[in-house]
Nanobody, 125 residues
Framework: QVQLVESGGGLVQAGGSLRLSCAASGLTMRNYVTAWFRQAPGKEREFVGGINRSGSSTRYAESVKGRFTISRDNAKDTVYLQMNSLKPEDTAVYYC??????????????????WGQGTQVTVSS
C-alpha cells in the first residue's frame, strides 16, 4: 500500500523557517516525480514546487521562488521542502504528491496519483 506521510509543520513567526518532510512507504521514491501543494481555507489547492526523479531538476511557483527549496534523498525515500523567509500568506495545509508515470513536474493537482494527508503550516505576523 502506497503511503506518503508529511511531517514538520507547525507555528512559526513571519521571517522564520520550517522544513517539511515527505516520507514514502510502499513505493520506491526514486521512481516518482514528487511535488508539494498547499491549500489555505477557502482557497483551491495550489502548486508550490516539485522535483524530478533524480533530484536534478526542480520547479517552483513564483510566489515561493527564492524562499523555498525542494530536495530529495532517494536512499531514505524522502522528499523535503525547506521554507525560509516565511510570510503569513504561506499559511496553509501542505501536501506531498507523487506520480510514477509523469515525465516532468506538473503543477496541476489532478496529475498526481498519490497524496499524503497534509501537515499544517501557520505563519504568524
Amino acid at each position: 500500500q502506497v503511503q506518503l506521510v508529511e511531517s514538520g509543520g507547525g507555528l512559526v513567526q513571519a521571517g522564520g523557517s520550517l522544513r517539511l518532510s515527505c516520507a514514502a512507504s510502499g513505493l520506491t521514491m526514486r521512481n516518482y516525480v514528487t511535488a508539494w501543494f498547499r491549500q489555505a481555507p477557502g482557497k483551491e489547492r495550489e502548486f508550490v514546487g516539485g522535483i524530478n526523479r533524480s533530484g536534478s531538476s526542480t520547479r517552483y511557483a513564483e510566489s515561493v521562488k527564492g524562499r523555498f527549496t525542494i530536495s530529495r534523498d532517494n536512499a531514505k525515500d524522502t522528499v523535503y521542502l525547506q521554507m525560509n523567509s516565511l510570510k503569513p500568506e504561506d499559511t496553509a495545509v501542505y501536501y506531498c504528491a507523487a506520480d510514477r508515470l509523469m515525465a516532468v513536474v506538473l503543477s496541476v493537482p489532478n496529475s498526481y496519483d498519490d497524496w499524503g494527508q497534509g501537515t499544517q503550516v501557520t505563519v504568524s505576523s
